[in-house]
């Protein structure tokens, strides 16, 4: 007997539709041209900011940062600043596979984003790349054991790719091999209600290679492109495992594009006297409270270092506003010197990325302005949104604002893909959405306060 799951995902992370069209389009991916022809294929919107952490938390609860609390992959640690690293501990809402699971559900996950430490679920989760070990990494335990023997790896080595590029691609493979071996072994051990599967080498891959493919580099552009063609083969084999009639979803969480520079965005407020460092820079949150109107989270997020929510904030509340809309004009004008042209696109307000209950709203009344400096948690109170081609790092430490290093592509927000077969979706599509189409198409209540 075949047992198949009544739901399929395969998630590519930081595959952009315009990749995805080139690659079926030249014939590199036959397998997913076939259920293109057979499903839709749409755009869709990522998070801002577009990070993989964010994005991913979103689609598993269906909700925005501000009522599932991740908002980016360092946080400051309430009461100090000290670092913290946000997980699947810090997730303020049930994700997917609890709701499923509350619902009688049988489900699997495996190494998707924010899903470390898995949680208790009827089934098994495997947690994603930010897992600090495999023997910590799965639920129920005894799965890792399974994992360990296949030599299956939470991530690829991302210290090797800055190293080497080319011992980067056999250790993708290697990931990508024990990943799809992994997936097809628990599909055959039950009939999954939900089952999902991450691949993170897409991610990976473009951050490292996407110059060298633009430039046409006589080595890594092939290598790239197998690479894709091996993702094809395993959803070659997995259609062939699934047939024709389970609702299947192939998707990203966010797309990529060229970095013409890397961004120190933490320097450029120390350059104009919002943020002092401290003596000794140990991390992105060693500055002099007593001297910082502002500090900096990656990837271009804002807080106003406000008396009462920071430990040793010097901003008031009476100046709260009026301090945003300073950091946003002063972020707004920052030029590359080469050519002079604008880094940041758009500077959005809190309130304008994140709510709570009732509707997002798109205007801050004055007499809100307590309500948004207190309100979302750890969200920050502007996001800067670059044009694309300026990565928003931090570089504290650092002497300039503009660098360039071993990474080549970046995330963005507004061109990741979805192909869905079978599960009714939105036109106007993004990935906050993805989690209740899902719970309609195996006919389990929606909670009401999903976005």
């Known amino acids: 007997m075949q047992y198949r799951p009544k739901l399929m995902v395969l998630s590519i992370?930081?595959?952009?539709?315009?990749?995805?069209?080139?690659?079926?389009?030249?014939?590199?991916m036959p397998n997913l041209q076939r259920l293109i022809q057979q499903s839709t294929l749409r755009q869709m919107r990522s998070v801002q900011p577009t990070v993989s952490c964010v994005a991913w938390a979103s689609y598993m609860t269906g909700k925005n940062p501000g009522k599932h609390g991740i908002y980016g992959f360092i946080d400051r640690k309430p009461g100090s600043y000290d670092l913290e690293f946000p997980n699947a501990n810090h997730l303020q809402s049930a994700n997917i596979w609890e709701i499923l699971s509350a619902a009688g559900k049988r489900v699997f996950g495996m190494n998707v984003c924010t899903s470390y430490p898995p949680r208790a679920v009827n089934g098994i989760l495997i947690g994603g790349f930010l897992s600090p070990s495999l023997d910590k990494a799965t639920y129920p335990g005894e799965v890792a054991e399974y994992l360990q023997s296949i030599d299956y790896r939470l991530d690829s080595d991302a210290a090797l790719a800055r190293r080497d590029k080319k011992a980067m691609l056999y250790d993708l493979d290697h990931t990508l091999d024990a990943r799809m071996e992994a997936m097809f072994h628990f599909l055959e051990q039950e009939s999954w209600d939900f089952f999902h599967t991450h691949i993170m080498g897409s991610d990976r891959i473009n951050h490292f290679l996407w110059g060298k493919v633009q430039e046409h580099d006589s080595y890594f552009m092939p290598a790239f492109f197998r690479y894709y063609r091996r993702i094809d083969e395993g959803i070659g084999k997995l259609l062939e495992y699934l047939g024709d009639d389970v609702p299947l979803l192939i998707f990203s969480d966010h797309g990529f594009c060229n970095i013409k520079k890397e961004v120190m965005l933490s320097r450029y407020l120390v350059e104009l006297g919002w943020t002092k460092c401290a003596e000794k820079v140990q991390h992105p949150l060693s500055i002099e409270p007593g001297q910082s109107k502002a500090y900096c989270m990656i990837p271009g997020r804002i807080?106003?270092?406000?008396?009462?929510?920071?430990?040793?904030?010097?901003?008031?509340?009476?100046?709260?506003?009026?301090?945003r809309e300073q950091l946003r004009d002063d972020l707004l004008a920052l030029r590359d010197p080469d050519g002079s042209a604008a880094v940041v696109k758009k500077v959005m307000m809190r309130e304008e990325l994140y709510w709570g209950e009732g509707k997002q709203p798109t205007a801050l009344p004055p007499e809100d302005v307590g309500q948004a400096a207190g309100a979302f948690g750890k969200g920050p109170d502007l996001v800067a949104i670059p044009h694309d081609g300026y990565d928003l790092k931090l570089g504290l430490a650092g002497t300039d604002v503009f660098v360039k290093t071993e990474l080549e592509g970046m995330h963005t927000y507004d061109n990741a893909f979805m192909v869905a077969r079978d599960v009714p979706l939105s036109e106007n599509l993004?990935?906050?959405m993805v989690a209740k189409a899902i719970l309609q198409r195996l006919e389990v209540d929606v909670p009401a306060d999903l976005d």
Do not use: C, F, S, W
Request: hydrophobic share 30%; no cysteine; aromatic share 4%.
């Open 303 to 323: 807080y106003v270092n406000l008396k009462g929510r920071e430990p040793g904030g010097i901003v008031e509340l009476a100046d709260y506003q009026r301090t």
């Open 13 to 28: 992370d930081g595959v952009p539709i315009e990749l995805l069209r080139q690659l079926v389009g030249q014939g590199d």
């Open 430 to 432: 993004d990935i906050t």
